[in-house]
């Protein structure tokens, strides 16, 4: 992924499609996720997302509206951040800060902070 946006939007559609490994793909290794889903605060590794993922109907399979949309990104050398708003996904809407780096010439998510709005 040769920008932070392409890597954003690969997540978007991974969640959309229900693509985990094309979701796994996104992050670097040892990254971290904390944030509040449905009023539960949860931290560690990004392997949660990916269970929720592989063991939930994606919104492709439902038919359900998911969107991602992009609000801010900030690349500083070869870090960036960017926040998106995920609406309907498991029927939540959450926003999402990410903190990405450019590692081997990729584009990876080095962190997600996140809360159900």
């Given at each position: 992924?040769?920008?932070?946006?392409?890597?954003?939007?690969?997540?978007?559609?991974a969640?959309?499609?229900g693509?985990v490994?094309?979701?796994?793909?996104?992050f670097?290794?040892?990254?971290?996720?904390?944030?509040?889903f449905?009023?539960?605060?949860y931290?560690g590794?990004?392997?949660?997302?990916?269970?929720?993922?592989?063991?939930n109907?994606?919104?492709?399979?439902?038919?359900?509206?998911y969107?991602?949309?992009?609000?801010?990104?900030?690349?500083?050398g070869r870090t960036?951040?960017i926040?998106?708003?995920?609406?309907?996904?498991l029927?939540?809407?959450?926003?999402?800060?990410f903190?990405?780096?450019?590692?081997?010439?990729?584009?990876?998510?080095?962190?997600?902070?996140?809360?159900?709005?």
């Amino acid at each position: 992924m040769s920008t932070p946006t392409e890597t954003i939007n690969v997540y978007i559609e991974a969640t959309r499609s229900g693509d985990v490994d094309k979701l796994q793909s996104v992050f670097a290794p040892g990254a971290l996720m904390s944030g509040f889903f449905e009023g539960e605060f949860y931290s560690g590794s990004p392997d949660l997302l990916f269970e929720e993922v592989r063991d939930n109907p994606s919104p492709a399979e439902t038919g359900s509206e998911y969107v991602g949309d992009i609000t801010y990104e900030e690349v500083v050398g070869r870090t960036a951040q960017i926040t998106m708003k995920e609406k309907g996904y498991l029927g939540v809407d959450i926003i999402n800060l990410f903190h990405l780096a450019k590692i081997n010439g990729t584009w990876l998510i080095l962190s997600k902070t996140y809360t159900d709005v």
